[in-house]
């Protein structure tokens, strides 16, 4: 009896094991598509290889394509945006906020129905930083995203990234504390895939709820990026605590 209760123990043991793999797996199954081929875009690129996934990174500049193989070495493959949207199961929006809307116009609403886009642009304004502030073309009544999530109500926008800069944004050292991301978006299945890509990425996920919620979120890259101007120190990070 003991050993027939030891032999079903390991068989469930085995089962056990089997689904922890199949959806650590399931994890690393999907296609990344990143739309935008600047330092952020690179970076989360690079991030992304380096968690297993496959990842094409889009550009509007052409001449571009050697250069970001050589960046991603060679691992990550390259196309316009139209081709990264088809590509991506997943889509990452990199692009400057002043570029964001053209970006998702010329990926295609058609290729992005129905895909998580983990939005990590900011709505930062040309003109330069007074006394280390940044200006944003949006107003506290609006977001960036708001303004994403209205030209394509069919893709599941999730504010991401948009808070940190790139150096920090895969899997930060920061003495041991796992700093905090904060996300918005209206679809919850789409915040769960966020979450993973998160918790992959050595983030603390804090859920700040539907889209209105980038009204508040996108100006903390503006607090963020005082210290870097007045002092040059970029090698920080928020964290929500909790008593």
Same mark, same amino acid.
């Given at each position: 009896?003991?050993?027939?209760?030891? +032999?079903?123990?390991?068989?469930?043991?085995?089962?056990?094991?089997?689904?922890?793999?199949?959806?650590?797996?399931?994890?690393?199954?999907?296609?990344?598509?990143?739309?935008?081929?600047?330092?952020?875009?690179?970076?989360?690129?690079?991030?992304?290889?380096?968690?297993?996934?496959?990842?094409?990174?889009?550009?509007?500049?052409?001449?571009?394509?050697?250069?970001?193989?050589?960046?991603?070495?060679?691992?990550?493959?390259?196309?316009?945006?139209?081709?990264?949207?088809?590509?991506?199961? #997943? #889509?990452?929006?990199?692009?400057?906020?002043?570029?964001?809307?053209?970006?998702?116009?010329?990926?295609?609403?058609?290729?992005?129905?129905?895909?998580?886009?983990?939005?990590?642009?900011?709505?930062?304004?040309?003109?330069?930083?007074?006394?280390?502030?940044?200006?944003?073309?949006?107003?506290?009544?609006?977001?960036?995203?708001? +303004?994403?999530?209205?030209?394509?109500?069919?893709?599941?926008?999730?504010?991401?990234?948009?808070?940190?800069?790139?150096?920090?944004?895969?899997?930060?050292?920061?003495?041991?504390?796992?700093?905090?991301?904060? #996300?918005?978006?209206?679809?919850?299945?789409?915040?769960?895939?966020?979450?993973?890509?998160?918790?992959?990425?050595?983030?603390?996920?804090?859920?700040?709820?539907?889209?209105?919620?980038? +009204?508040?979120?996108?100006?903390?890259? #503006?607090?963020?990026?005082?210290?870097?101007?007045?002092?040059?120190?970029?090698?920080?990070?928020?964290?929500?605590?909790?008593?």
């Amino acid at each position: 009896m003991e050993n027939g209760k030891w +032999r079903m123990e390991k068989i469930l043991a085995r089962l056990i094991l089997t689904n922890i793999k199949h959806k650590e797996k399931s994890k690393l199954s999907k296609k990344i598509g990143v739309i935008g081929s600047g330092v952020v875009g690179q970076v989360l690129a690079n991030g992304f290889i380096k968690h297993g996934y496959e990842v094409m990174i889009g550009t509007g500049n052409a001449s571009k394509h050697a250069e970001l193989k050589e960046k991603t070495g060679g691992k990550a493959e390259t196309g316009t945006f139209e081709e990264t949207a088809r590509f991506g199961e #997943i #889509i990452v929006l990199a692009t400057k906020g002043t570029g964001a809307e053209a970006a998702i116009k010329s990926a295609g609403l058609s290729n992005l129905k129905g895909k998580t886009i983990l939005d990590a642009t900011n709505p930062i304004a040309e003109n330069p930083p007074v006394n280390g502030v940044l200006s944003f073309f949006t107003s506290l009544d609006d977001s960036l995203m708001e +303004r994403l999530q209205k030209l394509a109500p069919e893709v599941n926008f999730v504010k991401c990234f948009s808070c940190v800069g790139n150096a920090l944004m895969v899997n930060p050292d920061l003495n041991g504390v796992k700093p905090s991301m904060f #996300i918005a978006g209206n679809n919850d299945a789409a915040k769960s895939e966020v979450r993973i890509i998160l918790d992959q990425f050595g983030w603390e996920t804090e859920d700040m709820g539907k889209v209105e919620a980038a +009204r508040a979120i996108e100006p903390l890259c #503006i607090l963020w990026c005082i210290p870097g101007f007045l002092n040059n120190e970029w090698m920080h990070a928020f964290k929500l605590l909790r008593k």
